[in-house]
């Protein structure tokens, strides 16, 4: 029987809708509309039709966004000053310096540099450790928490159950092990990782009743890697050429869907599945930041 497909387009829009009737609640209460600011830097057209699909979906449930396009030119200093801008701006709720950024620019400092509060990605180490430790008041990164979001409300809560978790990026692999590692909502797994030095591959991702995919290779993962009745998450979005499509190419994920979809009990597609529940959390975390009120901090 053919899998189960977890779309995550479908469960982006419910979570769309509830951030907006939160987003109305507060505006009646009296309270700012909460605000976004995006930072772009350089002219990478996948960078900026991801900026351009987070501002759309911000606007649509009523935050008020902002776009700060700079040049991919721009000083690790100048774009330090930027971030430090946003901080002070009591208009800002959430910070976003969209990655990759360029060469002479220090990544790591200049996500130290967000105020943690503001921290909508989640990828501050204060934001990360407090992920790590199991405190509340911690905004979590997008990717990993949509994929959370996915799997208990289509009914695969991963609490007790064995997840394998194959990469172990710092944007995805890590905080999504926190994530299942911790007590309560959503957690509560038993937790496997693997990367690129795992021995035998294949027969660690047997072990998986839930099995999370985020390595960057199209169908890296085929039928004989996943227990049969497993439910299959792929996080990864890979361009393959495609001449029949009009831009060139399309997007695959990690996992070769038609063979797995025959042995796995449920699985997300790509695109529709991991992709949209990201925006929708960044602009949950919106929110959320809003509410834990840092606007104007450091002005
Ligand atoms: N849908 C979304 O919202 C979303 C968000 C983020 C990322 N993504 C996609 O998810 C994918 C992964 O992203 P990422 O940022 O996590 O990538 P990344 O930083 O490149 O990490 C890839 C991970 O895969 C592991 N890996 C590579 N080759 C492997 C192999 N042969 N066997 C086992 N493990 C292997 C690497 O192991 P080592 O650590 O040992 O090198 C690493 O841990 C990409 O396609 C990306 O575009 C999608």
Redesign the pocket.
């Not at 194959?166 to 990026?169: E, K, M, N």
């Given at each position: 029987m053919a899998a189960e497909i977890i779309s995550g387009t479908e469960m982006a829009r419910t979570i769309r809708a509830e951030v907006g009737e939160e987003v109305a609640r507060m505006k009646e209460g009296g309270a700012r509309v909460p605000g976004l600011a995006t930072v772009l830097v350089g002219e990478d057209p996948a960078s900026r039709a991801y900026v351009s699909m987070k501002n759309r979906a911000a606007e649509e449930v009523g935050i008020l966004s902002r776009q700060i396009d700079l040049p991919a030119s721009i000083s690790h200093e100048e774009l330090l000053g930027w971030v430090e801008g946003l901080n002070a701006d009591p208009e800002v709720d959430g910070i976003l310096v969209q990655l990759p950024l360029p060469e002479q620019v220090m990544e790591a400092q200049i996500l130290e540099s967000i105020h943690p509060y503001k921290d909508v990605d989640g990828f501050h180490p204060v934001n990360v450790g407090r992920l790590l430790s199991g405190t509340p008041d911690v905004l979590i990164p997008c990717?990993p928490q949509g994929i959370i979001e996915l799997l208990v409300r289509s009914g695969h809560d991963p609490s007790g159950r064995h997840v394998v978790m194959?990469?172990?990026?710092n944007?995805?692999?890590k905080p999504m092990i926190s994530l299942l590692l911790g007590r309560g909502r959503g957690g509560d797994a038993t937790v496997t990782v693997?990367?690129?030095?795992?021995r035998d591959?294949a027969e660690v991702t047997r072990m998986g009743e839930i099995l999370i995919v985020?390595?960057?290779?199209p169908g890296?993962v085929t039928a004989e890697m996943v227990r049969p009745g497993a439910v299959v998450i792929d996080?990864?979005?890979?361009r393959v050429d495609d001449p029949s499509s009009e831009k060139g190419y399309r997007l695959v994920g990690?996992v070769d869907f038609e063979g797995v979809s025959r042995v796995a009990s449920a699985m997300t597609p790509v695109p529709g599945g991991?992709?949209p529940m990201?925006i929708a959390m960044l602009l949950s975390n919106t929110v959320s930041a809003a509410k834990t009120g840092a606007g104007g901090f450091g002005g």
């Open positions: 990717t194959v990469g172990r990026s944007i995805v692999g693997a990367h690129s030095r795992t591959l985020a390595v960057g290779r890296f996080v990864g979005v890979n990690d991991v992709g990201t």
